[in-house]
């Protein structure tokens, strides 16, 4: 009887070490989800905004007004006036 319980103990502290592994396994899997689903989203933001300011520099250089830039690609007129002055 003895050999038994110590054997079901036994049993039960490789179980939990099972667990605690496999719930630290899925800790680490989900943050690293997290981080290529923030980087995801952060290159897109930049991508889209880059775009955005390939447009309005093609515009400023062509010689569209201001207002039009911002209403064709949506930026404000002072990041439009920062794009002018680092073309200067």
Do not use: C, P, Y
């Not at 319980?5 to 605690?20: G, Q």
């Not at 889209?48 to 930026?75: C, F, N, Y």
């Amino acid at each position: 009887m003895k050999k038994s319980m110590f054997r079901l103990k036994e049993l039960s502290r490789e179980e939990a070490l099972l667990l605690v592994e496999e719930a630290r396994e899925k800790a680490w899997k989900d943050q690293k989800a997290r981080e290529r689903d923030s980087f995801n989203r952060g290159f897109e933001i930049g991508f889209k905004q880059g775009i955005k300011e390939g447009w309005a520099i093609k515009m400023l250089k062509h010689g569209a007004e201001t207002s039009l830039i911002s209403k064709v690609t949506g930026l404000s007129e002072e990041k439009i006036n920062e794009l002018k002055e680092s073309l200067s």
